[in-house]
């Protein structure tokens, strides 16, 4: 039979074994009370979700918002008005739809069709694709009016404003 000194002994190692459990409960309990509201700021800036009012989350634009808007498509068909006329819709959709300068090319580019696909097709292989969604929107209008105004048909528009004054 043990002693009551063994007896005691292991008495006061599990008191003391007890009690060191419950003080580093208690510092552990204490960190995750300090942890907890930093992890839960971290994944709401992360997530879409509601940031907390300190977490400052810019709006995001995606080629949704600008379709939303309904731009009119392009084809390259139709000649010189026609292309000036879809410069002043697609400006005014690009506008409207809060599209920011960096995004434009790729927005207005969404909405090509039949000739002006094959023709945009060819300059991203061309220049490479990088290269012409990094075109601004003034270039990518210079660049459509060279392939989409040739001079005669221009020289045509301006002798029909001239007939009609």
Not at 124 to 135: E, Q, S
Request: include cysteine; charged fraction near 25%.
């Amino acid at each position: 039979m043990p002693s009551n000194n063994a007896t005691s002994r292991r008495t006061t190692r599990r008191r003391a074994r007890r009690s060191a459990d419950k003080r580093i409960a208690s510092l552990v309990t204490m960190e995750m009370v300090k942890l907890i509201p930093q992890i839960v700021a971290r994944v709401h800036s992360l997530s879409n979700s509601r940031a907390p009012e300190d977490v400052k989350m810019e709006p995001v634009f995606l080629y949704k918002h600008f379709k939303a808007c309904d731009p009119l498509p392009f084809t390259g068909e139709g000649g010189v008005s026609q292309l000036l006329q879809w410069f002043d819709a697609i400006e005014v959709t690009l506008r409207q739809s809060g599209c920011p300068e960096y995004f434009q090319t790729t927005c207005a580019t969404g909405v090509f069709q039949s000739r002006s696909l094959d023709w945009w097709t060819a300059e991203r292989n061309k220049r490479g694709i990088a290269a012409t969604y990094a075109l601004s929107w003034n270039e990518l209008k210079k660049l459509m009016k060279e392939e989409y105004c040739p001079p005669h048909e221009l020289q045509k528009l301006e002798d029909e404003f001239w007939k009609i004054k």
